[in-house]
């Protein structure tokens, strides 16, 4: 039978990514919280957004670079931290990286990511932000953030909705771990997709780049609710770089996070993999960006599917806008072929809606652009 592997949206990175995929790692991209309410609701949220065409614009020419902290991208979109990417591909970290360094896009590297920080730092040739989880004792943060100025790192991400992971049924129905470990359920479903064991087994298992040997281990289940204020203002102590604080979903959080000195505030309900009945994102993003105002500096991540996700999200309120699973799953469907596809779909996406707003570049999209009542 005959399988068309080209990306031509999302649902077909999705597809074929479930296609090629073990069941568990699949489960464990795709997978949310709870039921999924959340994420369905967030999509419902993000469908309910109206753009209002306007027509007799010249829009011949136009561009669709972005801007974050002053420095200009290609694309107006970059790509949000994901833990362990190499389960979708074994060189899904550094496709990820040589993307970011082609586009000049932020990479978010995972604490929990499949490579080291120091080698995405220098395979993004700069343009990686080290993403940071709170432990529960302050010794691994420590280190990491020592780490991360090493290596030459400009931008911290520090991820706070996370005081407890989570449950997310589909990873525990399948038995997946982190670190990753291999028992007899797994082996079968490994054996029923060679298209992804073959290279993993000539690779080696998953690791956790920034954890092992001296480097001590990193503990998934492990509680992070003692994390407050006055973890965040030990960090900006710490961190005389960018401090960007992930995972904010109430306006008075991100106030008082402006009022901590962080330097921007990332809307995002990690992609509702944390609370089934948290509110879209989308409508926070809005709430958010009354309450901050225009000029501080504020990103999104969480449901973006397309292009025109992406201008909804701008038109919210984002000064920037990151993405995660469509380049999971179009590394996972083909590789570097389809994580070129996805990005080319999303660039290609965001062009169109422009000239269908009668825009010619990121910066004229405001609230005009949205039909229907906010």
Not at 84 to 97: E, G, I
């Amino acid at each position: 039978m005959f399988f068309d592997n080209a990306i031509h949206s999302f649902e077909d990175a999705r597809r074929i990514a479930k296609r090629r995929l073990p069941w568990m790692v699949f489960d464990y991209i795709d997978g949310t919280a709870g039921t999924g309410c959340g994420a369905r609701t967030n999509r419902a949220a993000l469908d309910g957004i109206k753009l209002q065409p306007r027509v007799l614009n010249n829009v011949e020419e136009r561009s669709i670079a972005g801007q974050v902290f002053g420095s200009t991208t290609k694309v107006p979109f970059g790509i949000a931290p994901m833990g362990m990417c190499n389960l979708s591909s074994p060189s899904a970290d550094r496709l990820l990286a040589r993307m970011a360094a082609k586009d000049t896009i932020p990479v978010g590297v995972s604490t929990v990511a499949s490579t080291s920080l120091e080698e995405m730092w220098e395979l993004s040739q700069g343009s990686a932000w080290f993403q940071l989880y709170i432990s529960r004792t302050t010794e691994t943060a420590d280190r990491l953030i020592a780490r991360a100025k090493a290596a030459g790192y400009d931008t911290l991400v520090l991820t706070v909705d996370v005081p407890e992971v989570g449950r997310r049924p589909r990873e525990l129905r399948r038995g997946f771990k982190m670190p990753f470990r291999i028992g007899p359920r797994q082996f079968v479903d490994f054996a029923c997709h060679p298209a992804w064991s073959l290279p993993q087994l000539v690779k080696g298992k998953p690791q956790m780049g920034n954890f092992g040997g001296a480097f001590g281990e990193f503990d998934r289940e492990e509680s992070r609710a003692g994390a407050d204020w006055v973890t965040l203002a030990r960090v900006r102590d710490q961190w005389f770089g960018k401090l960007v604080l992930k995972g904010v979903m109430d306006a008075r959080d991100a106030k008082r996070a402006q009022e901590c000195g962080v330097d921007a505030v990332q809307v995002s309900s990690h992609g509702s993999r944390q609370l089934d009945s948290a509110p879209p994102a989308i409508q926070a993003l809005k709430t958010i960006r009354d309450e901050l105002g225009p000029e501080f500096p504020l990103f999104y991540d969480s449901g973006i599917q397309s292009g025109e996700d992406i201008v909804k999200a701008y038109a919210m309120g984002a000064d920037f806008v990151f993405a995660g699973r469509p380049f999971s799953y179009g590394i996972a469907a083909n590789g570097a072929t389809g994580l070129r596809q996805m990005r080319d779909v999303l660039a290609q996406e965001i062009s169109i809606t422009l000239a269908q707003l009668g825009l010619r570049k990121l910066k004229q999209i405001t609230r005009e652009v949205i039909a229907s009542p906010l």
